[in-house]
């Protein structure tokens, strides 16, 4: 079975700090697919990120950059100098083979204040 | 580039009554289509998933049914509400093929009296 844990439920930053939003994944799979999605207030999910589980490189996009690691299967998402507009629930999911491939296994998210 | 429509944006429905969400993607063919549904404490719950014209996946037994009789077309529908369906109602499509990032819609949300 595939699982994908976030365990931050809320978290509150004020303006211009940095934050990590955490997101631990299960698989026994060899080949997977991880992502992160931002959801704000109107509620429409908007993509940020797919990473497959071959390239452990880390990935950087203006103020957002995402960590991955096998070892601790972790795909962790950082904002520098966090903004109002970074407020959003933040959803990382999780596509495998054995839990078919057409499908995402959503973590439960993590909403994000951000606090002028 | 490609859209994806959601329609109605909310609905308020009677328990007992039917339910038709319709969700139409623009600017691809062959598209994966999904119906996800996110109940209060932001979870969300796969419904249904089809990979081509009338090839439905159900992943969550109830008593809702999905039809895609077009490529670019997939609705969600009920013969009566419950009140445990009220949600956000959200589509979404994804390029034909394995572990593709899905694109989702506005979403509706549906509110059972």
């Known amino acids: 079975a595939q699982k994908v844990t976030q365990a931050q439920t809320e978290i509150s930053v004020v303006e211009k700090e940095d934050v990590t939003l955490d997101c631990v994944y299960e698989?026994?799979?060899?080949?997977?697919?991880l992502f992160w999605y931002k959801q704000p207030p109107s509620g429409e999910l908007v993509f940020l990120i797919r990473?497959?589980?071959?390239?452990?490189q880390n990935e950087i996009s203006g103020r957002y950059s995402w960590n991955f690691q096998k070892s601790t299967s972790s795909f962790n998402f950082t904002i520098t100098a966090s903004q109002v507009v970074d407020s959003a629930v933040y959803f990382c999911?999780?596509?495998?083979?054995?839990?078919?491939?057409?499908?995402?296994?959503f973590g439960k998210g993590t909403k994000l204040s951000v606090i002028p | 580039s490609q859209t994806i429509h959601q329609w109605p944006a909310t609905l308020v429905q009677p328990v007992g009554s039917p339910l038709s969400l319709e969700c139409t993607v623009e600017?691809?063919?062959?598209?994966?289509l999904y119906w996800y549904r996110q109940a209060a404490g932001r979870g969300l719950q796969l419904l249904f998933y089809?990979?081509?014209?009338?090839?439905i996946s159900s992943e969550v037994p109830q008593n809702l049914s999905a039809s895609r009789p077009q490529d670019r077309q997939f609705i969600l529908s009920s013969k009566k509400l419950l009140l445990s369906d009220s949600g956000f109602y959200l589509c979404?499509?994804?390029?034909?093929?394995?572990?593709?990032?899905?694109?989702f819609g506005p979403g509706t949300r549906l509110t059972v009296l």
């Open positions: 600017g691809t063919s062959n598209p994966n």
């Open positions: 089809s990979v081509g014209i009338g090839q």
């Open positions: 999911a999780l596509s495998s083979s054995g839990a078919g491939s057409y499908q995402l296994t």
């Open positions: 979404a499509w994804s390029r034909g093929g394995m572990y593709n990032e899905q694109f």
């Open positions: 990473r497959n589980s071959f390239d452990e």
């Open positions: 698989t026994r799979d060899t080949t997977y697919y």
